[in-house]
């Protein structure tokens, strides 16, 4: 089994609107092992939905289709759909009741228009909508079956999970299936695939694949089998072995954080840190504060961004960055034991480089950045290049920064 | 002329990502008056790709693909597009050269998967990739342009921005399109719709539509004339009318955001400003520092997370904070005067609120937010309540406390 999703709306292809719909309807689908082979947007035109109806009916057994239901003459799905299966819409009574009851417990005046929902194409089946108007459709054609939900994703998804997910998983027991995912940071994406080689081939099971996002690397390990606990077990056999792999590259699971992850072990630890930013201005501390609760941890902090500053307010001595220069290391180390000294704080972070595109040098390029973190009697800090341009140099420069402070926490 | 969009990738598919790329490409094309009519989403399977290709190019006679150019066995799209254009994939030295010398810049190794990168279809065309490895991919097929991407946002954006929209803007030379964006901030996408009315009718010249992003609101304004001045001029007729329709909501043009209209109005007046931050955490100054060139006129910043950091740091009475407690006008304007004081700056903002979903209570919900600015001799404050989620409040806050300096330095 395998499915393909239709989307329809002017809106979706004007960028207006993003379309979610698919994203959730496709993890919904292969968490029921059937996997989606092709997803199609499409505005409100009934030839164009009839072509995509006929090519999503080429690729997958079944096809989810959302949007185009309303009430509007904009809304041509029901038109299609008729047109597809080669028959004529009929009016339903009883669908026209359950709109018109819509509106009366709400105590508003149904809309003339509204009567279009009421129609099918002949041999249709009606999905209930709890949650708005518009009822969805289930047809069949030539052991396709093909499933009309609406474009509000708050209906989509009530009409999903009451009215056809149920009939999907009756389709085949016989599958279970695990997804379990890895957080990594510290290398790329192809370094990864490197380190992992064969484990990530096609068709193997459990399937591993990596996605990447601001310089986080996440494995998905999706394991099947007939059973959940065998499916489950091949899951965590997997997961064992990437974590001998990639070592101590791999901070969390699931959808966990980096700040996350450094949060609750600094909150386990009844430990606190403070940061003293520099070119990141804020981030570090934004990406901290991002975790609700990050009061137990996090206190206060500075942003530093004038060498008066450094000196003012975390005590750097101007004669040492007369010698060596905000972004140095000394400077660094001494933003980190300034902060941590007037915080109070267990841990402290400092991050002292040039973002960029303007004020680098030869010796000094737009990128480099000193990442300083002190400790109970230890000063550590780490020289990067990151290139450019600056949103990336200040995103990796913070993530880099917590990712130190996560290292340093694990011992 | 009329374009469709191809994204490719399992992670697509299986619903781990949601692609943005098509509605932002969406977005640009629909703004050289090229509507997009289809949209479709692929696995990294070379058959399937080949097959949307095909579909694509029957709908459409510009085709935009993002995804499949990294530099793993996944990444099939070179292939593909091989396939469809039967020919051969050729190596490229100097593609290589640049690859090499992307990771040579940032210090890093390059993996042997890279060179994947270098190859192309026999008589393509390589498109520049300034902020990643992938090189893109152009040619013409019977008639039709296919450019590829790669599917990294940040990239795609850069490379369609420089290398694919100035070729798109030449293809039609009997027609000269002039697209101007006004921002806005301060009301919503609807009540914009309400005061702009008519203006914003479909198939009007120009063509006004609106998208929404972070609470700015976008107006484009895109004039079609048969001369670039003639062009010019209807846009900027029409840019008369919405800066008066829409008063002090318009805060900028093209792509300016609200921290670099804001930082230009300062250091334009040679003021400089600083920030006190409890719920957002360095958000705000991570806003401001985003703008190359803020040293001109940030200088250093407070985040007092803990009620004895704001009395320690920013000299809020505590007793004050006892009675009122943080989340509070009077506590809010406090912080404001003390970092003004201690900063030495011209301005100073101070949020504090309740970013949740933690920490309310019915008084003060989860998104009661105060934003305080002092500035010589005044002191204004803002109650906001901005609902849920946290990320949205502590966002809104950054973001309506940027406006209020904007409105205070607009007079």
Request: glycine residues 10%; neutral net charge; proline residues 4%.
């Amino acid at each position: 089994m395998n499915a393909s999703i239709i989307s329809i709306g002017n809106e979706l292809l004007s960028g207006r609107t993003v379309d979610t719909n698919a994203a959730w309807l496709a993890a919904e689908i292969l968490a029921l092992d059937i996997p989606v082979v092709s997803t199609y947007i499409v505005g409100d035109e009934v030839d164009r939905i009839v072509r995509m109806l006929e090519a999503a009916c080429r690729d997958a057994n079944i096809v989810l289709v959302t949007g185009g239901l309303g009430p509007t003459e904009d809304d041509l799905t029901r038109d299609a759909l008729a047109a597809f299966v080669c028959t004529e819409l009929e009016f339903h009574q009883g669908l026209l009741d359950d709109i018109a009851g819509f509106f009366a417990v709400r105590g508003r005046a149904m809309a003339a228009t509204n009567r279009r929902q009421a129609y099918l194409p002949a041999g249709a089946r009606a999905l209930a909508n709890t949650t708005g108007t518009a009822p969805g459709i289930a047809v069949e054609q030539e052991g396709r079956r093909i499933y009309v939900m609406p474009g509000v994703p708050s209906e989509m998804k009530q009409m999903f999970t009451d009215g056809i997910k149920p009939a999907l998983k009756r389709l085949d027991p016989g599958q279970h299936i695990v997804v379990r995912k890895l957080q990594c940071y510290g290398t790329g994406e192809s370094d990864i695939a490197q380190i992992v080689g064969p484990l990530m081939a096609r068709g193997r099971n459990p399937l591993i694949n990596s996605t990447a996002s601001q310089g986080v690397i996440t494995m998905h390990i999706v394991a099947r089998a007939s059973s959940k606990p065998a499916a489950l077990d091949l899951a965590q056999k997997d997961e064992r072995l990437l974590r001998e792999m990639l070592g101590s590259v791999v901070f969390g699971v699931e959808d966990q954080s980096l700040a996350q992850v450094v949060g609750g072990a600094l909150a386990e630890r009844k430990m606190t840190v403070a940061t003293a930013e520099s070119c990141t201005g804020g981030l570090l501390a934004k990406l901290i504060t991002d975790v609700p609760g990050a009061s137990r941890y996090y206190l206060q902090s500075w942003i530093t961004y004038s060498n008066q500053a450094k000196s003012a307010l975390l005590g750097v001595p101007a004669a040492l960055i007369a010698a060596d220069g905000a972004v140095s290391r000394r400077v660094a180390e001494a933003m980190a034991s300034g902060a941590r000294k007037a915080a109070g704080a267990d841990y402290a972070i400092a991050i002292t480089g040039i973002a960029g595109p303007d004020g680098g040098s030869s010796e000094k390029p737009p990128g480099l950045v000193y990442i300083a973190l002190a400790a109970d009697g230890r000063l550590y800090c780490q020289r990067c290049e990151f290139g450019q341009p600056r949103a990336a140099v200040r995103l990796r420069a913070a993530m880099t920064a917590l990712d130190i402070l996560r290292r340093q926490l694990a011992g």
